[in-house]
């Protein structure tokens, strides 16, 4: 047997073996991951065409909507083209944060009947979106060759950009699971959320056509910087970036993630009791 | 031999609320609309039960828990329905905080408290096993060792490609069971999932935590099951409303339990219906007391049978039987009426009979009655387990030394010499 190591339970105590036991399960993690990307696809034929379908359809109604009818400015880019690179950032950020809002509820017998850190179950959640978000990839590929949009090295940066895009949504999400937790209809608040930020957030317009005095409250919402980030570094500098806006969004996203992480450590004690 | 766990106070307590709602979550919009509603009465002047506070009561599911466990033993734990049984494994288990109270436990902990957690219907046999062994804290290498294994407890080698929705209960359970079986941890928490499955699985389970327990790991094991508990366990704990009412020796323990449940040295037995025959004569109560009704019963005490019939035909020849029986239904003593310290020949149509006995002189447990009552002849009313009564400990033989109930029911007095 290996070498055995004491636990103290007491009230109060969760924090001294919560970040050990974080690596220790990490492969929990990666399994809680793998079952839900699984399910997603096994019994529904539709599962990865849906994958594709719900971003294409997407860009196809913005690009009329805001580009043909709107007549929106697009810099000279075709207009699918903005489109798609600016919902390539906000689809992850939306998927992450539906599912992992959902996620303790839906693994309520879990965390009644099995030890490991609850922090685990809305990160899977996340990882889920981020194979959907590869295969939005590999279409925003296809799209942009079949335009002859060619991007630069700027690309190499991408991945810092998914990075804060990660921690904006996984912030929000620890929140949402954690508040979905004790008030249950905040459930109802999330689709409503996502839907008004795909109207907030330059996804079927650019930047550029927010006038300066709404600047501050606009760069307020923090998926605009990495939005306007994304279209950039794919699209070069036809999109520039307002970098005072973008530290803005930058420092919330932070901001969130950190907030998000010490209530949902708080409210994790009383999960168990609760869900 | 080291100390494995040790718990040190432990309470649990619950807020209950009491406005008609049975979900212990709530929803944001009634607590605004009664945050509102206390803002409006406090404008307003008038006194009011502060929002959703009103009528929260505390519910200590476990209060003032203290005990400890070597390396090696297995314990298990008993008591009814809510005496805190759950609580105390969840909290062991890291599930839910305690509320006072301090654990130390040494070693990995794998807690079984329900069978088939995490497995997902749409996932195969062969993908659940993989899933529910990291979820019971396997790691991925040590699964894949011992796939074959489980796969061969389970008897599921030719169904490990469908999908779990379309397994039987049973195979479900023997596969949910198989992963939790081939666990090695130090520390094995079981809690009643011997509940589902057959008889010939269950004495799998059985042998397996039987065989956990040799090789030297801890087993706390929760259950219903007085005999698998008590065949498992060398050593037993009883809750009682979230209190620690016995810790010890197994079969001490389950008597503890067992007369717990079957408290009723008065037995109303109007209401009973399952009674023999032909009822022209029925027993309506029974009440059992030391002959020194300020004492307990003790194997120095007779008993003072006191029995309250009516009858619907006048009683002519009657025989009343009493039988004493241990509880493995063992007839310890039979009381019969006709042999000895007989009845008038005819008695009042309702009324109350009483038998006194000399000292019994009866190991300490518990002790069952079975009552029969005979009018001229023919079987009258017959009531099984009419009530319980509990034998209690006292110096018999003088000497502090009292043999056990399991070895002999009776106590005599006796002496030895050498020739």
């Known amino acids: 047997m290996t070498q055995p190591h004491e636990i103290i339970i007491q009230p109060g105590r969760g924090e001294l073996n919560y970040w050990r036991d974080l690596w220790r399960y990490r492969e929990l993690f990666l399994f809680l991951a793998w079952r839900d990307i699984l399910v997603r696809y096994k019994q529904t034929t539709i599962g990865i065409a849906w994958s594709v379908l719900r971003p294409l359809l997407t860009m196809l109604v913005f690009s009329v909507v805001f580009g043909k009818l709107a007549k929106l400015p697009s810099n000279g880019v075709p207009y699918p083209v903005l489109v798609f690179a600016g919902m390539l950032p906000w689809q992850f950020f939306a998927n992450s944060l539906t599912e992992s809002s959902n996620s303790l509820i839906d693994n309520a017998n879990l965390l009644t009947k099995v030890y490991f850190p609850r922090l685990i179950v809305p990160a899977g959640a996340v990882i889920v979106s981020l194979v959907d978000f590869f295969i939005s990839c590999l279409i925003l590929g296809a799209i942009m060759s079949w335009y002859r949009v060619v991007p630069d090295l700027k690309i190499l940066l991408l991945p810092v950009f998914l990075l804060l895009a990660f921690l904006a949504s996984f912030g929000a999400g620890l929140w949402l699971a954690a508040l979905n937790v004790r008030y249950r209809d905040f459930r109802y608040v999330v689709p409503f959320l996502v839907q008004l930020g795909l109207y907030l957030s330059p996804v079927g317009f650019t930047s550029s056509i927010v006038p300066e005095k709404w600047h501050f409250l606009y760069y307020l919402n923090p998926m605009v910087g990495v939005i306007d980030a994304f279209r950039w570094t794919l699209l070069g500098d036809a999109f520039p970036v307002n970098w005072h806006g973008f530290l803005l969004s930058a420092v919330l996203v932070l901001a969130v993630f950190l907030s998000g992480l010490v209530y949902f450590r708080r409210m994790e004690r009383s999960f168990a009791d609760v869900i | 031999m080291s100390t494995m766990i040790k718990v040190e106070n432990i309470g649990k307590k619950y807020l209950l609320g009491h406005l008609g709602r049975r979900e212990p979550y709530v929803s944001l919009r009634d607590e605004l609309a009664s945050g509102a509603r206390d803002l409006g009465s406090r404008l307003l002047g008038r006194a009011r039960p502060k929002g959703l506070c009103a009528g929260k009561e505390d519910f200590w599911a476990l209060d003032d828990v203290s005990f400890e466990v070597q390396q090696g033993e297995r314990v298990g734990i008993i008591g009814r329905n809510g005496a805190g049984k759950s609580t105390l494994l969840k909290i062991l288990s890291r599930i839910t905080e305690p509320s006072t109270g301090l654990v130390r436990m040494r070693g990995r902990v794998a807690s079984l408290l329900e069978v088939g957690t995490g497995f997902h219907p749409e996932l195969t046999g062969r993908e659940n096993i993989f899933l529910n062994g990291a979820i019971l804290g396997m790691g991925r290498e040590e699964i894949k060792r011992k796939f074959d294994e489980i796969v061969a407890f389970a008897e599921i080698e030719k169904f490990l490609d469908t999908p779990v929705k379309r397994y039987s209960s049973g195979m479900y359970v023997r596969l949910a069971f198989a992963v939790a079986a081939h666990l090695e941890p130090e520390i094995l928490i079981v809690d009643e999932v011997l509940a589902v499955g057959d008889a010939s699985f269950q004495k799998k389970c059985l042998q397996k935590m039987g065989d956990a327990g040799r090789e030297g790991r801890t087993v706390l094991f929760v259950s219903h099951n007085m005999v698998a508990v008590e065949a498992l366990c060398p050593r037993a704990i009883l809750l009682e409303n979230g209190r620690l009412r016995a810790d010890g020796r197994q079969r001490e323990v389950i008597d503890a339990y067992l007369c717990q449940n079957q408290h009723i040295p008065n037995g109303n037995l109007s209401e009973r219906a399952d009674r023999g025959g032909n009822g022209s004569i029925r027993f309506q109560k029974i009440t059992v007391e030391a002959s ?128």
């Not at chain 2, 619907?312 to 009381?335: C, F, H, Q």
């Not at chain 2, 000292?359 to 069952?368: A, F, H, M, N």
């Open chain 2, 292 to 419: 020194d009704p300020r004492g307990p019963i003790t194997a120095q005490t007779g008993v003072k049978i006191s029995l309250e019939y009516s009858s619907s035909r006048p009683i002519v020849n009657p025989k009343i039987m009493i039988g004493l029986y241990d509880k493995s239904e063992v007839a310890t003593y039979g009381l019969d009426s006709t042999i000895s310290g007989g009845l008038p020949g005819n008695l009042p149509s309702s009324g109350t009979v009483t038998c006194t006995t000399a000292p019994l002189q009866l190991t300490p447990g518990p002790i069952s009655l079975n009552i029969a009552i005979f009018n001229g002849g023919d079987m009258a009313d017959y009531v099984q387990n009419a009530v319980d009564f509990f034998v209690e400990e006292v110096d018999f033989y003088g000497t502090g030394r009292m043999p056990e109930r399991g070895w002999t029911i009776g106590l005599i007095k006796y002496n030895w010499d050498v020739a």
